[in-house]
């Protein structure tokens, strides 16, 4: 039953980011996107500084990779609802969606550093403000690791399945 409810979730997560993804593509082109760099409004995105430009990518990179890694965990949980926990497939998907939301918390907090550093450090007239909060970062992160560590476990647990069945 837990396992059907983190597959629903799962599901409805992944049908709201599909959706605000497809709108965001939708939308941009035609200039209704309206971005506000160090004060100063750009309709659309042309004439937004370089580094925005790459600090926009980093973070479009990441929530791909995010988005990766919930389809993995989705990819997962059929095996865990089919009562299948003793496959390999199920631990390569747990450690492939573990290191894309790693990679996803990674991006976003270099991301983040960057933005920091370039408006710190640098002194520049372009800023950024970056909508992700620290602890939501390194919670990606940390959750990213646990999902590796969880795939372990169960390779570890695949191995000593495999020892017991060829006991007498």
């Known amino acids: 039953m837990k396992t059907k409810l983190f597959k629903d979730v799962l599901d409805v997560f992944l049908i709201f980011t599909s959706l605000i993804c497809f709108i965001l593509i939708i939308v941009s082109p ?3 996107l309206e971005l ?3 004060g ?9 500084p370089w580094f925005t430009w790459g600090v926009i990518i980093m973070n479009t990179i990441a929530y791909m990779f995010f988005f990766r890694g919930i389809l993995f965990l989705r990819k997962a949980s059929r095996f865990m609802n089919s009562k299948n926990i003793f496959k390999n497939e199920l631990e390569s998907y747990l450690k492939k969606a573990g290191f894309a939301i790693l990679l996803c918390g990674g991006l976003l907090w ?3 550093a960057l933005t920091w550093m370039f408006f710190t450090i640098f002194k520049s007239t372009t800023s950024l ?3 992700e909060d620290t602890m ?3 919670i990606l992160i940390i959750f990213g690791l646990f999902l590796m560590i969880q795939s372990d476990f169960m390779k570890r647990a695949n191995q000593l399945k495999e020892e017991n ?4």
Request: aromatic content about 14%; overall charge negative; glycine content about 8%.
């Open 110 to 112: 270099v991301a983040s």
């Open 136 to 138: 939501f970062v390194f």
């Open 129 to 131: 403000a970056v909508s």
């Open 40 to 48: 100063d409004n750009y309709k659309g995105l042309e004439g937004v």
């Open 30 to 32: 035609f200039n209704a």
């Open 165 to 168: 069945d060829l006991t007498i």
């Open 36 to 38: 506000k760099v160090n």
